[in-house]
């Protein structure tokens, strides 16, 4: 046996062999790299650039159909890669309602959907609390707590995510400029009308716009202390214009008087100097701002910008620091929203009923659209992933996800938030319909409840409404 010829033979294998391995290993490099770019084979076995979709939904486990399409496999809380274009989305799952959107697959791109609710055909209602009583009621951002308010100084607070319903009385008679109380009577009485009501987002806190005869004033509620309440225009002095809750704690805001931008310092009792003048509208993330101002009469604080003195312009600045940066001028008093969604922070800017969005940074137009009435109010959603804007019963969304702006609107201008992606009213019969963010995959869910008072979805357990004089619960889970 020729041991040399053997070993060379021997050689040449373990030099193929290395070389086919590191072959796969670049093959497999490549066509991973191919995948994660959204390239794929189709049916026909031909290469086509694809992107990606990910699906939640609550309940979890609902079956997902595709362009009519479905398999055992396809459920939510899952991704799939589909071909980029148009494709139509359907979830079903037994003994609920069933949901549907199209939407528009961009190659290499992920496309998230992680707000689909089902309900529940046959649900169990109970009525919990009478509220007979009660000219009105709020309820939190998370929907966790109700404060009933009626014409006296003794309101009740309720714990919206507990089995056991009960009313907490709290005393506001010291806290209101528009609250009384006379020496005969049980309870004072509460005389003003209530403009508006925010909450911060953990639930501590209810910010209060109140009409007193000639006079508006602000009362930051602490309903978990309400001893720590505080009164903001009898403790400052001011006639606040606006006002915002800028931190979970509530302990500091963001207010405007005679178009002065301030900041309150709510637990030093304390004012800051002038931010910013004349300003008609401003929003914040985390320490940044911004607003919407008109350009002082004399002088131009705006090295950024040159533009004629009265004139509208958008700007921004962070807290702790005076820099004012001037982004862009505006054609007239513009509302204004900053969000983060995924890595970007973006700036939108409603100018009348233009509607335009920035990246914060370079400040580059991603997104320019026009909408086909004036909206007076912007609300950013959940994760910066929409902004809402309206005027009346009409809506437009910004939708962050999609790129677009869909128009729609409700039966009734009373609307709210039933939970973080869906919007609640009520129809001309009085029944509670449900739609989402968007307007689509619109619900009836109940009849004949109350217009005037809110409706929301507690802990994905329950939803509340009010109908003839009682706080109604359903459970959406079964029982």
């Given at each position: 046996?020729?041991?040399?010829?053997?070993?060379?033979?021997?050689?040449?294998?373990?030099?193929?062999?290395?070389?086919?391995?590191?072959?796969?290993?670049?093959?497999?490099?490549?066509?991973?790299?191919?995948?994660?770019?959204?390239?794929?084979?189709?049916?026909?076995?031909?290469?086509?650039?694809?992107?990606?979709?990910?699906?939640?939904?609550?309940?979890?486990?609902?079956?997902?159909?595709?362009?009519?399409?479905?398999?055992?496999?396809?459920?939510?809380?899952?991704?799939?890669?589909?071909?980029?274009?148009?494709?139509?989305?359907?979830?079903?799952?037994?003994?609920?309602?069933?949901?549907?959107?199209?939407?528009?697959?961009?190659?290499?791109?992920?496309?998230?959907?992680?707000?689909?609710?089902?309900?529940?055909?046959?649900?169990?209602?109970?009525?919990?609390?009478?509220?007979?009583?009660?000219?009105?009621?709020?309820?939190?951002?998370?929907?966790?707590?109700?404060?009933?308010?009626?014409?006296?100084?003794?309101?009740?607070?309720?714990?919206?995510?507990?089995?056991?319903?009960?009313?907490?009385?709290?005393?506001?008679?010291?806290?209101?400029?528009?609250?009384?109380?006379?020496?005969?009577?049980?309870?004072?009485?509460?005389?003003?009308?209530?403009?508006?009501?925010?909450?911060?987002?953990?639930?501590?806190?209810?910010?209060?716009?109140?009409?007193?005869?000639?006079?508006?004033?602000?009362?930051?509620?602490?309903?978990?202390?309400?001893?720590?309440?505080?009164?903001?225009?009898?403790?400052?002095?001011?006639?606040?214009?606006?006002?915002?809750?800028?931190?979970?704690?509530?302990?500091?805001?963001?207010?405007?008087?005679?178009?002065?931008?301030?900041?309150?310092?709510?637990?030093?009792?304390?004012?800051?100097?002038?931010?910013?003048?004349?300003?008609?509208?401003?929003?914040?993330?985390?320490?940044?701002?911004?607003?919407?101002?008109?350009?002082?009469?004399?002088?131009?604080?705006?090295?950024?910008?040159?533009?004629?003195?009265?004139?509208?312009?958008?700007?921004?600045?962070?807290?702790?620091?005076?820099?004012?940066?001037?982004?862009?001028?505006?054609?007239?008093?513009?509302?204004?929203?900053?969000?983060?969604?995924?890595?970007?922070?973006?700036?939108?800017?409603?100018?009348?009923?233009?509607?335009?969005?920035?990246?914060?940074?370079?400040?580059?137009?991603?997104?320019?659209?026009?909408?086909?009435?004036?909206?007076?109010?912007?609300?950013?959603?959940?994760?910066?992933?929409?902004?809402?804007?309206?005027?009346?019963?009409?809506?437009?969304?910004?939708?962050?996800?999609?790129?677009?702006?869909?128009?729609?609107?409700?039966?009734?201008?009373?609307?709210?938030w039933l939970d973080n992606y869906m919007i609640y009213a009520t129809n001309d019969d009085n029944s509670l319909v449900a739609y989402d963010y968007d307007g689509?995959?619109?619900?009836?869910?109940?009849?004949?409840?109350?217009?005037?008072?809110?409706?929301?979805?507690?802990?994905?357990?329950?939803?509340?409404?009010?109908?003839?004089?009682?706080?109604?619960?359903?459970?959406?889970?079964?029982?």
């Open positions: 046996m020729d041991i040399e010829k053997l070993q060379r033979r021997q050689s040449l294998k373990v030099i193929a062999s290395e070389a086919i391995m590191v072959l796969t290993v670049i093959i497999t490099v490549i066509i991973l790299g191919f995948v994660v770019s959204g390239y794929w084979l189709n049916s026909n076995f031909e290469v086509e650039r694809q992107g990606m979709l990910q699906i939640y939904s609550t309940p979890t486990g609902a079956s997902v159909e595709i362009d009519g399409e479905t398999s055992w496999l396809q459920r939510t809380n899952t991704s799939k890669v589909l071909a980029s274009g148009e494709h139509t989305v359907t979830l079903t799952k037994d003994g609920y309602d069933s949901w549907s959107k199209t939407i528009n697959i961009s190659e290499g791109l992920l496309y998230r959907i992680h707000y689909p609710r089902l309900f529940l055909k046959e649900r169990s209602t109970e009525k919990v609390l009478n509220t007979t009583g009660s000219s009105i009621a709020t309820m939190s951002a998370d929907h966790e707590l109700l404060i009933l308010i009626n014409n006296t100084t003794s309101w009740s607070l309720v714990n919206l995510n507990s089995n056991d319903i009960v009313e907490k009385k709290i005393d506001i008679a010291k806290f209101f400029q528009s609250a009384s109380v006379t020496e005969d009577a049980e309870n004072g009485t509460f005389e003003g009308e209530i403009l508006n009501i925010d909450w911060d987002r953990d639930g501590a806190h209810a910010l209060f716009k109140v009409k007193y005869r000639d006079n508006i004033e602000w009362v930051l509620l602490d309903v978990k202390n309400i001893e720590r309440s505080v009164n903001l225009s009898k403790e400052f002095g001011w006639n606040f214009d606006d006002i915002k809750i800028l931190d979970n704690s509530s302990n500091n805001l963001l207010a405007i008087q005679n178009g002065k931008l301030c900041k309150i310092d709510v637990s030093s009792r304390s004012i800051s100097a002038i931010l910013v003048e004349n300003v008609t509208d401003f929003d914040y993330y985390n320490n940044e701002i911004v607003f919407s101002a008109q350009t002082p009469t004399e002088g131009n604080i705006l090295k950024e910008l040159t533009g004629d003195p009265g004139s509208y312009f958008i700007g921004y600045f962070k807290l702790g620091d005076e820099r004012i940066t001037g982004l862009t001028f505006v054609n007239s008093p513009a509302k204004v929203a900053i969000s983060r969604f995924y890595d970007d922070k973006l700036i939108t800017i409603l100018d009348g009923n233009a509607v335009n969005v920035y990246k914060e940074d370079g400040f580059e137009n991603i997104l320019t659209s026009e909408i086909t009435f004036i909206p007076e109010k912007l609300k950013v959603g959940t994760n910066g992933e929409f902004i809402i804007m309206y005027q009346g019963t009409n809506i437009a969304t910004l939708d962050m996800e999609a790129s677009a702006v869909r128009e729609w609107s409700v039966e009734n201008a009373n609307f709210g689509l995959n619109r619900r009836v869910l109940a009849p004949n409840v109350s217009s005037r008072f809110p409706a929301g979805i507690t802990n994905n357990k329950w939803l509340y409404y009010f109908a003839d004089g009682n706080l109604v619960r359903e459970w959406l889970i079964p029982r």
